[in-house]
C-alpha cells in the first residue's frame, strides 16, 4: 500500500515539476487553419500565454516574428495580447508546402514579461496541390474539316499548365478504346481545350474515361503530380439540343450570365429570344458552347431568365421547352486594381489622378513612394515582369496583382493614408478612388502608387507613374541614336534638354543636349559607350525628369496589320499617344501621333485619318486631317455622357488605308477632383473665376501660384479668341473651392479687365 502512495506522490511531483517548467512559455494552442490553406489568406495563431500589451494591439509591424520556409513576405498585427495575425504581402505560392516556426523575435514584443518559447511552435501547411478539377464537353463541327463532327472537351486545372508536357501524360477511352486527341490550346492556361473526331463510332450517349498519369508539372510552382488521375465524363446525344447550366458570375468588375449548351449555337440573332427580368439592355458574346449576358448586373438582384424555345444549335436540334432559370448576384470576391493597368505618364500641368476599383474591401491604406533618379533603373530590372520563372522557362507564375519590392531601399514614402471605403462614389458596388498626387508638394519625378486592404495585406494593386513634361522618342540603330525631346502638353520640341543614356548596369556611359529642333544625334555610338548596352534614356531640364526603359518601351509588331513586320506597306513609322490613359463619359480625349520616313525625315503636309473603335468593334468616329511641318497630326474628340465603358482603340491610318499604329484608351466612371479658384491679381485688384477642365492642357500650381498656359481669352478687345503670348504669371493668395469641368477651352474671365 505504501509502495502505491509512493508511486502516486512521485507522479504527482513530476507532473508538478513539468507544470513549473513551462509557466511562462509560449506555445501555439489554436489556429484558423489546418493542413491546406488558400492562396490568399490571413493565419491566426492564438497562444497559450499573454504575449504583449494593450499598447501594441491593432497596430502592424514588419518584425519577422513567423519564419517561413520557403519564406512569404507579410505583415504581423496582434488581434489579441495572445492572438497573432500573419498577412502575406502577396498570394501564397500554388502548389507548395510550407514549414514555419515562431521566432524568439516575438520574445522581444514584451521583455518585461520573461516570456521563453515552448515546445509547441512548430506547424506545416500547404497550399491546394495541382489538381483537374471540372470537365466539360460539348458537340462541335472539326475546325480543320467542317465536314467531321467531334466532342470538344475542355479541361480545366487549378493552376497554369503546359498543354504539350499534358500531351504526353493524357490518354482517353470510349467504349474502352483509345481515342486520338486533337489540342487547340498551345499557350500555358489552366483550361485546355481538346478534340475527339467521330469517325465510323458514334460516341453519342457514350462514356468518356479520361487518365492523367503522374508527372504533371505545375506551371506556377515546381510542384509535380505523384498520383495518377482518372475521371469519367458523359457524352450527350448530338441530335439533342439542351442548355446544360446558366450561372451568375463576376468578371473583374461586373456580373455577366453564363449559359452553357451541349453543341455550338447556330441561331445567330440570340438577344431576340432572351427576356430578363428586370428588364435591362444586354449584349451576347458567344463561346464554345453557349454565350454570355453581359451587362453590369447589380450586386443583390435577383433575375429572372428566359430564353425562347426556338434556340438552335449546329445539328439542327432546338430545345424542348422554354428555359427558365432565377438567378441572383451575390456578393462578388474583394479585389482592389487600378483601372488602367499600365505605367502612366502624367502632365504635372494637367489632371494628376489615377482612378482605382475596390471591390468589396471596407478600408484601403494608400501609399506613395518617390524613386529616385539614380535608383529608377534598379527599380525597373528588379521589378520588370509579374511573374517568375521555375526551373524551365516555359512555366510560370502570375503574381495576384501587382506588387514592387525593394522599395524601402530605393525610395521614400511621400503620402500615407488610410480611406473608408463606405464614403466613396459606388457604381454597382464598385467604390472608386480617385489617387490626387495634388496632395504631394513636389510634383514632378518617379512614383510607385500602392492601394491595399488595410486588413489582408495581400489584396492591393501597384502602378509606377511619371509626372513629367518632357516627352521622349528614340531610335536606336547599328552604330547610332537618335533621340526627340518634345512637350507632352503641346508636341513642341524641346531644346536643351540634358539627355543621359543609362547602362544595363546603371551607369551613366553619355550625356548630351537636344538642339533646337529638339533632337539629338548619337553618332559612332559603339565607341562612346564602349562595352556597355543602353538600357534606359533619362531627360533633365531644371526639376523636370523624365526616362525612357528601352526595354519595355521597344516598339513591338502586334499592332501592325501586316502581320508583325515594322515597316508596314507605307514604309513609316507611326508613334501615337494621348494626354491620358483613362476618361469618363462627357469628357474630350486629346491624341498626338508623329509620323516619320524610314529616314527617320518628318513628312510634312501628308494627309492621315484617324479611326476611333468602340470596344464591341464598332467605327465611333473617323478623323481626317493632315500631318504639319513636324510631321505631327493633333486632334480631339469628345465622348457622349452616355457613351459605352471599356478598352476602345485609336488607330492612325493613311489616306489609303494603310494602318501605321494604335494605342488602347479605357472609358470608364471615376471622379476628377473639383476644386474652384478665386485668385486676386495685381496691380490691378480684380477677381479671376476660372472654370477649369483638369487635363494636361492646362498649367496650373495649387500651391500658392498659379499659372496660365494656352489660355483663351473670350470678349476682351486685345486678346479675343487668342492664346496667351508667353507665360503670365500671377501670385495672388489662392482659395480652393470647386471646380467645373470643361473641355479645352477651359478658361472664361468675368468681369472684363485690361491686362497688365
Not at 342 to 365: H, Q
Not at 590 to 598: E, K, L, T
Request: aromatic share 10%; net charge negative.
Amino acid at each position: 500500500m505504501n509502495t502505491i502512495f509512493k508511486s502516486i506522490a512521485l507522479v504527482l511531483l513530476a507532473i508538478s515539476i513539468f507544470s513549473c517548467s513551462k509557466k511562462g512559455a509560449i506555445e501555439i494552442k489554436n489556429k484558423n487553419f489546418s493542413e491546406e490553406v488558400n492562396l490568399q489568406q490571413n493565419l491566426v495563431i492564438e497562444f497559450s500565454e499573454d504575449v504583449v500589451g494593450d499598447s501594441v494591439v491593432d497596430a502592424w509591424t514588419e518584425d519577422q516574428l513567423i519564419t517561413f520556409t520557403p519564406a512569404v513576405k507579410g505583415m504581423f498585427k496582434w488581434t489579441a495580447a495572445n492572438e497573432l495575425t500573419f498577412s502575406p504581402t502577396s498570394a501564397f505560392a500554388a502548389s507548395t508546402d510550407y514549414k514555419a516556426e515562431i521566432s524568439e523575435e516575438i520574445l522581444k514584443q514584451n521583455p518585461d514579461k520573461k516570456l521563453s518559447l515552448g515546445d509547441e511552435i512548430k506547424f506545416e501547411f500547404h497550399t491546394p496541390y495541382l489538381n483537374l478539377v471540372q470537365i466539360d464537353n460539348f458537340w462541335a463541327k472539326k475546325e480543320s474539316n467542317k465536314a467531321v463532327n467531334e466532342v470538344r472537351m475542355s479541361l480545366t486545372f487549378n493552376y497554369k499548365i503546359n498543354p504539350s508536357q499534358l500531351k504526353e501524360l493524357l490518354s482517353i477511352q470510349i467504349d474502352n478504346k483509345p481515342v486520338t486527341i486533337d489540342y487547340y490550346t498551345s499557350a500555358v492556361s489552366n483550361v485546355v481545350e481538346i478534340g475527339i473526331s467521330e469517325s465510323t463510332t458514334s460516341f453519342d450517349d457514350k462514356k468518356a474515361i479520361i487518365s492523367i498519369k503522374a508527372g504533371l508539372k505545375c506551371g506556377e510552382s515546381a510542384f509535380v503530380t505523384k498520383d495518377a488521375v482518372t475521371i469519367e465524363s458523359f457524352i450527350s446525344l448530338k441530335g439533342t439540343f439542351i442548355i446544360t447550366g446558366a450561372i451568375a458570375e463576376y468578371s473583374d468588375k461586373s456580373g455577366y450570365i453564363s449559359v452553357s449548351t451541349n453543341q455550338e449555337i447556330a441561331t445567330e440573332d440570340i438577344e431576340s429570344l432572351i427576356k430578363i427580368d428586370p428588364s435591362l439592355d444586354f449584349s451576347i458574346e458567344k463561346q464554345g458552347a453557349g454565350f454570355f449576358i453581359k451587362r453590369e448586373f447589380t450586386t443583390g438582384q435577383a433575375y429572372e431568365l428566359s430564353i425562347d424555345k426556338k434556340l438552335q444549335g449546329i445539328f439542327g436540334g432546338t430545345l424542348k421547352d422554354t428555359y427558365s432559370e432565377t438567378l441572383l448576384f451575390g456578393t462578388p470576391k474583394p479585389a482592389i486594381s487600378f483601372i488602367s493597368k499600365k505605367g502612366v505618364y502624367l502632365s504635372s500641368k494637367g489632371n494628376k489622378n489615377i482612378a482605382v476599383r475596390i471591390i468589396n474591401v471596407p478600408k484601403v491604406t494608400v501609399k506613395i513612394y518617390k524613386v529616385y533618379a539614380n535608383n529608377i533603373y534598379s527599380f525597373f530590372r528588379s521589378n520588370n515582369n509579374n511573374y517568375g520563372y521555375y526551373d524551365d522557362e516555359e512555366y510560370y507564375y502570375d503574381d495576384y496583382g501587382t506588387s514592387y519590392y525593394g522599395l524601402e531601399e530605393i525610395s521614400d514614402v511621400v503620402y500615407e493614408k488610410e480611406i473608408e471605403t463606405k464614403n466613396l462614389k459606388k457604381v454597382n458596388g464598385t467604390s472608386l478612388l480617385n489617387v490626387d498626387f495634388s496632395d504631394i508638394n513636389q510634383f514632378k519625378g518617379i512614383y510607385v502608387v500602392k492601394v491595399n486592404s488595410t486588413e489582408d495585406q495581400w489584396l492591393g494593386d501597384a502602378k509606377y507613374v511619371s509626372i513629367s513634361d518632357i516627352g521622349l522618342i528614340a531610335k536606336e540603330g547599328k552604330n547610332d541614336m537618335l533621340i526627340m525631346a518634345n512637350s507632352i502638353i503641346n508636341n513642341e520640341p524641346l531644346a536643351d534638354i540634358e539627355i543621359n543614356l543609362i547602362s544595363s548596369n546603371n551607369q551613366t556611359v553619355f550625356t548630351g543636349k537636344t538642339d533646337g529642333s529638339g533632337v539629338i544625334h548619337i553618332k559612332d555610338l559603339k565607341s562612346k559607350i564602349k562595352t556597355f548596352s543602353i538600357g534606359m534614356v533619362t531627360a533633365t531640364s531644371g526639376n523636370d525628369f523624365n526616362y525612357l526603359n528601352l526595354r519595355d518601351s521597344y516598339v513591338g509588331n502586334t499592332d501592325y496589320e501586316t502581320g508583325g513586320a515594322k515597316e508596314n506597306e507605307a514604309g513609316y513609322e507611326a508613334f501615337i499617344y494621348g494626354d491620358r490613359e483613362i476618361y469618363r463619359p462627357g469628357e474630350t480625349v486629346h491624341i498626338n501621333s508623329i509620323v516619320r520616313d524610314v529616314k527617320w525625315n518628318a513628312l510634312k503636309a501628308v494627309p492621315v485619318k484617324m479611326k476611333v473603335v468602340l470596344p464591341n468593334g464598332k467605327d465611333f468616329q473617323n478623323i481626317r486631317g493632315t500631318l504639319n511641318e513636324q510631321g505631327a497630326f493633333e486632334t480631339s474628340f469628345k465622348l457622349p455622357e452616355s457613351t459605352v465603358t471599356g478598352t476602345y482603340s485609336v488607330e492612325l491610318y493613311t489616306s489609303t488605308n494603310v494602318l501605321l499604329n494604335s494605342i488602347r484608351i479605357s472609358v470608364e466612371e471615376f471622379i476628377p477632383d473639383r476644386i474652384k479658384v478665386t485668385a486676386t491679381v495685381k496691380p490691378v485688384k480684380i477677381i479671376l473665376k476660372f472654370i477649369l477642365g483638369l487635363t494636361p492642357w492646362d498649367n496650373e500650381r495649387v500651391n500658392g501660384q498659379f499659372q496660365l498656359q494656352r489660355f483663351v481669352a473670350q470678349n476682351v478687345p486685345a486678346w479675343n479668341r487668342s492664346r496667351f503670348p508667353g507665360e503670365y504669371v500671377a501670385n495672388p493668395k489662392i482659395r480652393l473651392t470647386r471646380v467645373h469641368r470643361t473641355d479645352r477651352r477651359f478658361a472664361r474671365l468675368a468681369p472684363h479687365f485690361p491686362l497688365p
